[in-house]
């Protein structure tokens, strides 16, 4: 069964960077389109951006221009640069995959199992 593994988060002191990265961990027939989420302590999950296999993105409007989406299409992979770190940026951040397993499955969406990013001095 597929799951998406992500790696990267940790603690990082304001004005800091730190680097998500997520990819599955079995076999997959397509990936479409990948992005991240976070949810804050007591708050919702929230978009923070999203990337199409085609390269195109969105951001969320609090991260646009400290944060970059990207992904590797030959390994399946989504990466995460967070520049410019805020404290309101502490979250347990998700990474999403819209794909399929196999060339006859239908196309779903899979997450992760969250890494905790803490912005804090």
């Known amino acids: 069964q597929v799951q998406l593994v992500e790696s990267g988060g940790g603690l990082v002191q304001p004005g800091g960077s730190l680097r998500l990265s997520c990819a599955p961990s079995?076999?997959?027939?397509?990936?479409?389109?990948m992005g991240w989420y976070r949810q804050p302590p007591g708050k919702q999950r929230e978009l923070v951006a999203t990337?199409?296999?085609?390269?195109?993105?969105n951001y969320a409007n609090s991260v646009k221009g400290r944060f970059a989406i990207s992904r590797d299409n030959a390994k399946n992979t989504v990466y995460l640069q967070m520049n410019s770190l805020k404290p309101e940026d502490t979250a347990v951040y998700y990474c999403n995959a819209d794909l399929k397993t196999t060339n006859w499955g239908r196309r779903d969406d899979y997450w992760g199992q969250g890494a905790q990013v803490t912005v804090s001095s």
């Open positions: 990337i199409t296999s085609g390269g195109s993105t």
């Open positions: 079995g076999s997959v027939f397509s990936v479409y389109t």
